[in-house]
Nanobody, 121 residues
Framework: QVQLVESGGASVQAGGSLRLSCAAS?????MGWFRQAPGKEREKVAT???????TYADSVKGRFTISKDNTKTTLYLQMNSLKPDDTAMYLC??????????????????WGQGAQVTVSS
């Protein structure tokens, strides 16, 4: 069982920055951030494998950066140049079971409670 605890959600104005954090209670193969806005499907935002390979959704490339600390159990999402369309509940996710693709797909094993990010114009 892996527990994930997010922090850092807030309300900001467009163009601003936020950093989300997610503390995991154990080692994982892949960690990622998803987001879900009211009335929209859940979107995979970014992932990072245990080896450090990062992937991003096209909608956030060049603005968001995913990273982990040296212990590899704390995940971060640095969000810059925020837009109102980035408004959503951001969910931390972790995978411990092997898949054909370490971070591929959306079937992650554990999920956090979420951190609300609201961007006003």
């Amino acid at each position: 069982q892996v527990q994930l605890v997010e922090s850092g959600g807030a309300s900001v104005q467009a163009g601003g920055s936020l950093r989300l954090s997610c503390a995991a209670s154990a080692y994982t193969l892949c960690m990622g951030w998803f987001r879900q806005a009211p009335g929209k499907e859940r979107e995979k935002v970014a992932t990072i494998s245990s080896g450090g390979t990062a992937t991003y959704a096209d909608s956030v490339k060049g603005r968001f950066t995913i990273s982990k600390d040296n212990t590899k159990t704390t995940l971060y999402l640095q969000m810059n140049s925020l837009k109102p369309d980035d408004t959503a509940m951001y969910l931390c996710a972790a995978r411990v079971g092997a898949r054909l693709s370490v971070c591929g797909g959306n079937d992650f094993d554990y999920w956090g409670q979420g951190a609300q990010v609201t961007v006003s114009s």
